[in-house]
């Protein structure tokens, strides 16, 4: 059982920058893939971006660029690092973990989820 919280969202305006934090908690010593996933009011959850237990990062086409995803050294600890954000990045940001970065993308229904923390971005 993994139980994640999230921080850090809140209003900015467009162009601006956020940091969302996320802290998994777990029994053991086991470490975990990390990522974050948002969805906007009427849409589907999105997949943001992952980083696997090794440390390499993926994103998605629309945040390449804007977005970095990073995690502690050994820890069950990542961050999301937005920049130049837009008012389409408006959403209810998730942070998930599973086993692998693979897993938390294609199996998302095995993923642990956390509570979400609003984003939303003006014009």
């Known amino acids: 059982q993994v139980e994640l919280a999230e921080s850090g969202g809140g209003s900015v305006q467009a162009g601006g920058s956020m940091r969302l934090s996320c802290v998994a908690s777990?029994?053991?010593?086991?470490?975990?893939?990390m990522g974050w996933f948002r969805q906007a009011p009427g849409e589907e959850r999105g997949r943001v971006a992952e980083?696997?237990?090794?440390?390499?990062?993926t994103y998605a086409d629309s945040v390449k660029g804007r977005f970095t995803i990073s995690k502690e050294n050994g820890k069950n600890i990542a961050y999301l690092q937005m920049s130049n954000l837009e008012p389409a990045d408006t959403a209810m940001y998730f942070c998930?973990?599973?086993?692998?970065?693979?897993?938390?993308?294609?199996?998302?229904?095995?993923?642990?989820w956390g509570q979400g923390t609003q984003v939303a971005v003006s014009s």
């Open positions: 777990a029994a053991g010593n086991r470490r975990y893939a």
């Open positions: 998930a973990a599973a086993r692998s970065a693979w897993l938390l993308v294609n199996r998302p229904e095995h993923n642990s």
């Open positions: 980083i696997d237990i090794d440390g390499r990062a």
